[in-house]
């Protein structure tokens, strides 16, 4: 009963925190990546994306998430507006500002992780699912 | 003595080949030895021929929880360096006779043991068994590399702790893709999962993802048994001996429904009376 009112008040179980717990480490796990790493990823990524548009880098959030076979990066970066390119490597998509700029989640396989042998089944693969925000 | 165990293609007599499973954690003290004594005790009391092998040299455990610790004369170590022929070695079951235990080395270390050597073992083994039962060490060293080498099945114990589980999903990337992989998820309490105190069996496999191959509850059975050297297994009335033995049934292949997770009654529902 006292459980219950502690579950009642919003403490979380002790298999909740185990459950969290278990899900960051084997985050880090698989990544192979300290949680610096995971910070300078997030600005490395959030510079080469404002030469192209500018984005609000207070704002921006990157994380880590458990898919099905492997482990997605999700970066939610809000765009303020489209910045003039100084040399478009292509002709630039003929695009409004406010529509999506970078829309495609892109799966590239990434390795490191698990020392060999590598396990199919769970190899790391890091997509960016860039979901902008309109301003 | 020991045949490689890879016959050529061109052979003309197919060989019986029986199932190599090896019993593997990661993490130590999860309960991989009770898990192979009491698997194996119960495919053997179906009539298969069985053979446990323990892996774990230096560290001998299996003979002592089988209760047969006193007829060990020889180990794996004497079959691997011709000390001892393989029938001197293979110790019969008191109880089943148609299992077998292969003791390891107590005094000896597991870098002495050769995984090419131990792989044509297990495969000189499957000749003459159904179900060879590999009791891997705990570590990821060459203990554990030696265990897996011969072995194309593997089962996971895992217990719902944290430690557990993140050492469970080591093991299961190092064994690779070319194995058959399996969970037991062991010491389960489900009042504490009901309370929200422990990891439930969904918890655990939403991480590791495999075929769910049973469910063994803390009992104190267990505890009991393996103080007695009489593998619970073998023990008709116990409800964990039942799991044991329906765990059997779904790696010979005799019972194809999924494992039913020993649940607690809520206060409501033992009000009432569920009929579940």
């Known amino acids: ?135 | 003595m020991i045949q490689r165990e890879e016959a050529p293609a061109s052979s003309a007599v197919p060989r019986r080949r029986g199932r190599a499973i090896v019993i593997t954690s990661g993490k130590g003290g999860v309960g991989k030895t009770t898990t192979t004594a009491n698997t194996g005790a119960a495919l053997a009391a179906t009539g298969a021929k069985v053979v446990l092998v323990d892996a774990d040299v230096g560290l001998r455990n299996l003979d002592i929880v089988m209760g047969l610790e006193a007829r060990v004369r020889y180990h794996v170590l004497d079959v691997l360096e011709g000390a001892a022929t393989l029938d001197d070695a293979l110790v019969t079951d008191k109880r089943v006779p148609a299992l077998r235990l292969l003791a390891a080395a107590q005094t000896r270390e597991k870098d002495d043991v050769d995984t090419n050597a131990f792989r044509d073992l297990i495969g000189s083994l499957r000749e003459r068994f159904d179900y060879v039962l590999i009791d891997c060490p705990a570590g990821i060293e060459k203990g554990f590399a030696n265990a897996i080498a011969g072995a194309d099945e593997a089962i996971i114990v895992c217990t719902p702790e944290v430690s557990a589980v993140r050492d469970a999903d080591r093991v299961v990337g190092l064994l690779g893709d070319e194995r058959s992989v399996k969970l037991i998820v062991n010491r389960l309490r489900p009042a504490l999962v009901r309370r929200g105190k422990m990891l439930s069996v969904d918890d655990v496999n939403a991480i590791l993802r495999l075929p769910l191959l049973g469910v063994i509850t803390d009992a104190p059975d267990v505890i009991i048994s393996t103080n007695r050297g009489e593998p619970v297994a073998l023990d008709a009335a116990s409800p964990v001996g039942a799991s044991y033995r329906e765990i059997a049934q779904r790696i010979i292949g005799t019972l194809t429904t999924p494992p039913v997770v020993p649940h607690d009654k809520s206060f409501i529902e033992k009000l009432f009376g569920s009929r579940k």
């Open chain 1, 1 to 135: 009963m006292f459980e219950f009112i502690q579950r009642f008040f919003g403490k979380p179980t002790s298999s909740a925190t185990a459950k969290e717990r278990l899900r960051l480490v084997l985050l880090s796990d698989h990544l192979s990546l300290a949680p610096d790493v995971v910070e300078a990823l997030k600005h490395d990524l959030i510079e080469v994306i404002s030469r192209y548009v500018d984005v609000d880098a207070s704002n921006c959030d990157v994380t880590f998430e458990q898919r099905e076979k492997q482990v997605a990066m999700l970066a939610n970066i809000p765009i303020l507006g489209m910045r003039a390119r100084p040399k478009p490597p292509a002709p630039p998509p003929p695009s409004p500002p406010s529509a999506q700029a970078v829309t495609e989640p892109t799966a590239a396989a990434a390795g490191g992780g698990r020392k060999k042998p590598v396990r199919k089944r769970r190899r790391k693969a890091l997509s960016t699912n860039t979901a902008p925000q309109a301003t």
